[in-house]
């Protein structure tokens, strides 16, 4: 078994750390073009051993605890991005609006951990590669929301009236991949239910409304906050609610 696993590790990140290191001596304008064939093999490697390695499934507990503290290291990434965007001495307006901006992530991080300790895909991870690829998109998510809630506080501190169409489009880009991801992990584990799905829509459609429409940063912000944490309530009872079922069987 561990000949098996490590084979298909050792031929595909070999290959791409061979294709790193010759980097080295290549001229410079090549680098990049060698970075993306290198990165290339090294992410497809558990996708083309996918038949090797499903036999042998990974630990459905180690898995998800370190992939998930990696997710709660990105997000208090996300969060450092918005604490650098509050001035040093926040006016009391400054701070009820990097509070409410506080709420989305709080949010995001109550949903995660929900998730994650119902453990409903624990029993579903073979190989793990759908698993651990799906963070790929939901970090990067966690990391823009970060950065878009930044400047939208930093645009409050310069008394902006407006936020501009750029910056809705992208905290809106980001809440909503978070959103279907959350909902592609949650498809992992059973098909989504008519009230799962409801909820998921509910997510996406308030957000797209108040991004798209609403141009004042402080009234975005708190319709925005309200929808997150309305639809973390949502989301976190009815993981809950599974996690129930999923034990019941074995009670």
């Not at 506080?153 to 902006?160: M, Y």
């Not at 905290?171 to 098909?191: E, N, S």
Request: hydrophobic share 55%; proline share 6%.
């Amino acid at each position: 078994m561990a000949r098996m696993v490590t084979t298909v590790y050792l031929i595909g990140f070999g290959s791409g750390w061979l294709i790193w290191l010759l980097s080295l001596a290549a001229p410079t304008e090549l680098r990049p073009v060698l970075w993306v064939i290198a990165m290339v093999i090294e992410l497809s490697t558990p996708w083309v051993g996918m038949r090797w390695l499903n036999r042998w499934p990974v630990d459905n507990r180690h898995l998800p605890e370190r992939i998930g503290q990696f997710t709660i290291i990105v997000l208090g990434s996300a969060l450092a991005s918005l604490l650098f965007a509050v001035p040093d001495h926040p006016p009391p307006h400054m701070i009820l609006t990097a509070a409410m901006a506080f709420l989305i992530p709080a949010a995001v991080w109550w949903v995660y951990t929900t998730f994650v300790t119902t453990r409903l895909t624990q029993s579903r991870l073979r190989g793990g590669q759908a698993y651990s690829y799906l963070h790929i998109p939901l970090g990067g998510a966690l990391l823009l929301l970060g950065w878009a809630l930044g400047q939208v506080v930093r645009l409050v501190d310069d008394n902006a009236n407006r936020l501009p169409l750029e910056l809705r489009l992208l905290l809106g880009a980001a809440m909503v991949i978070w959103t279907v991801c959350g909902l592609a992990l949650y498809w992992l584990w059973t098909r989504p239910s008519a009230t799962r799905l409801a909820i998921a829509a509910y997510g996406v459609v308030s957000v797209c409304l108040i991004t798209t429409t609403v141009h004042q940063p402080r009234l975005m912000l708190s319709l925005l906050s309200l929808a997150v944490v309305g639809y973390a309530v949502l989301l976190s009872r009815r993981l809950a609610r599974a996690g129930q079922e999923m034990k019941t069987p074995e009670g």
